[in-house]
T-cell receptor, first 117, second 112 residues
Framework: AQTVTQSQPEMSVQEAETVTLSCTYD???????LFWYKQPPSRQMILVIR??????QNATENRFSVNFQKAAKSFSLKISDSQLGDAAMYFC??????????????FGKGITLSVRP | NAGVTQTPKFQVLKTGQSMTLQCAQD?????MSWYRQDPGMGLRLIHY???????DQGEVPNGYNVSRSTTEDFPLRLLSAAPSQTSVYFC???????????FGQGTRLTVV
């Protein structure tokens, strides 16, 4: 079974600074997807960024980028130019690429990010 | 598009009561899932479905039932509520064409 580990329960960043959230995972599969989800106080789950394991290039979405190290099974999220609206809980998640696995995400425990003005 | 709609948003139950959490999606997605979120535990998969008439258990299925009679709806039934089922419940859907899962707004359930 796959596992996802987020070892830091909380982090804090100064507005406009850069912060990196860590995530490691364990799997025996070679093809899979990794995701970062944001959950603000509204409780809504918002997809921040995704990474396909077969792609060597790290995914980027505006101020959000990942450092995907497949051999090390590491998937960290970097938030540049942090904004007050980035304050939320962030979840790292894994999904297998096998048929029918679209409905099965494995989540880490999450990290609460606070942004200091 | 409404996306994924969960009802109710909040619910308080007494121990032993039964209830159904509703989930509907209007995106014609094949895959639907139920997760529960507990403090310090992340989201854990309860049950999932890969299509109408097909369901399977996830990581924490005990105390819950599901059925998928239509593509659109995937209700979660609590048979006899227990305080350990106090949690926030999320329904999600996705398509085989897309890697993204779409989540409902969640249901905060308290069992007293």
């Amino acid at each position: 079974a796959q596992t996802v580990t987020q070892s830091q329960p909380e982090m804090s960043v100064q507005e406009a600074e850069t912060v990196t959230l860590s995530c490691t995972y364990d799997t025996s599969e070679s093809d899979y997807y990794l995701f970062w989800y944001k959950q603000p106080p509204s409780r809504q789950m918002i997809l921040v960024i995704r990474q396909e394991a077969y792609k060597q290039q790290n995914a980027t979405e505006n101020r959000f980028s990942v450092n995907f190290q497949k051999a090390a099974k590491s998937f960290s999220l970097k938030i540049s130019d942090s904004q007050l609206g980035d304050a939320a809980m962030y979840f790292c998640a894994y999904r297998s690429d096998v048929s029918g696995a679209n409905s099965k995400l494995t989540f880490g425990k999450g990290i609460t990010l606070s942004v200091r003005p | 598009n409404a996306g994924v709609t969960q009802t109710p948003k909040f619910q308080v139950l007494k121990t032993g009561q039964s209830m159904t959490l509703q989930c509907a999606q209007d995106m014609n997605h094949e895959y639907m899932s139920w997760y529960r979120q507990d403090p310090g535990m992340g989201l854990r998969l309860i049950h999932y479905s890969v299509g109408a008439g097909i369901t399977d258990q996830g990581e924490v299925p005990n105390g819950y039932n599901v059925s998928r009679s239509t593509t659109e709806d995937f209700p979660l039934r609590l048979l006899s509520a227990a305080p350990s089922q106090t949690s926030v419940y999320f329904c999600a859907s996705s398509s085989y064409l897309n890697t993204e899962a779409f989540f409902g707004q969640g249901t905060r359930l308290t069992v007293v």
